[in-house]
């Protein structure tokens, strides 16, 4: 059982930076590749980035390549995600979510979810 905790949410103006962190609880958190999802309103929530469990390799869509940057910390049981140079469009509730999976990008192979965060971005 495992249990995410998301943080570091807010309105920020396009253009800004936002780090994202989820928390896990208990002593298996290096046995889960991690995931960000996000669910912008009257949209499906859709996959935006994952980390492996240890080696840190890491998979993100091509809207976010070259802003936002997943990564982990297995001493804190803590995932993050970097958002520079955001845009209007990021607005979402983002969640992030645990995997035994390699390097999941399908919501289906994801067990544990976090309660989300709500990123603003304003034009």
């Known amino acids: 059982q495992v249990q995410l905790v998301e943080s570091g949410g807010g309105l920020v103006q396009a253009g800004g930076s936002l780090r994202l962190s989820c928390a896990a609880s208990?002593?298996?958190?290096?046995?889960?590749?991690m995931g960000w999802f996000r669910q912008a309103p009257g949209k499906e929530r859709e996959f935006v980035a994952a980390?492996?469990?240890?080696?840190?390799?890491?998979y993100n869509i091509d809207s976010v390549k070259g802003r936002f940057t997943i990564s982990r910390d297995n001493a804190k049981n803590t995932v993050y995600l970097q958002m520079n140079s955001l845009k209007p469009e990021d607005t979402a509730v983002y969640y992030c979510?645990?995997?035994?999976?390699?390097?999941?990008?399908?919501?289906?192979?994801?067990?544990?979810w976090g309660q989300g965060t709500q990123v603003t971005v304003s034009a």
């Open positions: 979510a645990a995997s035994l999976g390699i390097l999941p990008s399908t919501q289906s192979r994801y067990a544990y």
């Open positions: 208990g002593r298996t958190f290096s046995s889960y590749a």
């Open positions: 980390i492996s469990r240890s080696e840190g390799r890491t």
